[in-house]
C-alpha cells in the first residue's frame, strides 16, 4: 500500500503539536495529500440539560465549539503555509455524542491517520474516542506519535510485534512503505502457542511474505519473563534501538482493556517511540 492521503485531527496546539509536526512531515515524503480535521469540541454531556437548562446555554456551547473550530483552523494554516505538497484543512465542529461518526466518516477515505498519544496529562477523553474512532468505526491505520519524540528522518529498525492475529496482519500491511524503507525488522513474538499453526516456525509464514515485498526481516522470539507482554515488547524494542513499532490494537475488547489493561492501552501509555497499529 501506498500513502497517498494522511488525515491527522487538530483538538489543541499544544496536545498535537508532535503529531502535526509528524503529519507534515510524512506528507512531504510520500508526497502525499494532508487532511487536517479542525475539531473544535463541545465536551458537555447532553443529558446535563435536562435538569432545567434552557436551550440557550447548549447553544452557547455549540458556538464556542464552532468558534474553536476557525481558531484551529487558522493555526493549521500557519503550519502548512508555504509546503510542497496538497493540503486541505477545515474547520469541523460537533458535542462528544456525536465524535465517533464524525471522526470515522472524515477519516474513512485515508491511508493513515496520525495523531498524539491518546493517555498522558492533559489528555480528555476526547483525545481516546478519536483515536479509537478512526481505528475502530473508521477502519483506518493509526500512527501514535508521542510527544517527547519526533518522526525519524530515517528508519533503521522497526520492531513489529506478531501474535498471528488479523490485527497485527492489517497493521503490518499498513507499515509496507515504512518496512520496506527501513535497515532492520524484527519481527519480535512473545510466549507462542505450542499448539498453534506457527509452532514448528514462529513468524515463518510473515517472513516469508514481507521478503517477497523486498524486507528482510529476523524472528525474536521471547520468553514472558516479565508480568505483562507490553514490558516484553518495549524492552526488547529498546535492545534493538527501533525507532517505530508496528502491531495490532484492541485484540481483545475495548471494554475489557479499558477496564484490566491490555497490551494496546499499556504500549498507548509507556512506548516512547512512534506506534503503528490497526484493527
Known sequence: MELRTITTVLTDPEINDASME???ALAQRYEAHLDVIC?????????????GANAMVLQDNLAQAREDSIQLEKVAHRMLQGVAFPWSAIAVSTQMIA???LIAHRTRFSDLVVLPRPYGPGRGYDVEAIAE?????????????????????????VMVGWNESPEALRAIRAAMPFLRQA????????DPPTHGPERSDPGGAL??????????PEVSVLSKTMPRISDVLLRHAGDIGAQLI????????????SI??????????LAKVPLLMAH
Open 22 to 24: 509528524t503529519a507534515i
Open 39 to 51: 475539531l473544535g469540541i463541545d465536551r458537555t454531556q447532553p443529558g446535563f440539560y435536562y435538569a
Open 99 to 101: 465524535l465517533p461518526g
Open 133 to 157: 474512532a478512526a481505528l475502530f468505526d473508521g477502519d483506518v491505520p493509526v500512527l501514535v506519535q508521542p510527544d517527547e519524540t519526533s518522526f525519524p528522518a530515517e528508519i533503521e529498525t
Open 183 to 190: 535497515r532492520n525488522v524484527n519481527i519480535a513474538i512473545v
Open 207 to 216: 517472513s516469508q511474505m514481507l521478503s517477497r515485498h523486498g524486507v528482510r
Open 246 to 257: 508496528v502491531m495490532g490494537a484492541y485484540s481483545h475488547s475495548r471494554f475489557r482493556e
Open 260 to 269: 484490566l489493561g491490555g497490551a494496546t492501552r499499556n504500549m498507548l501509555e
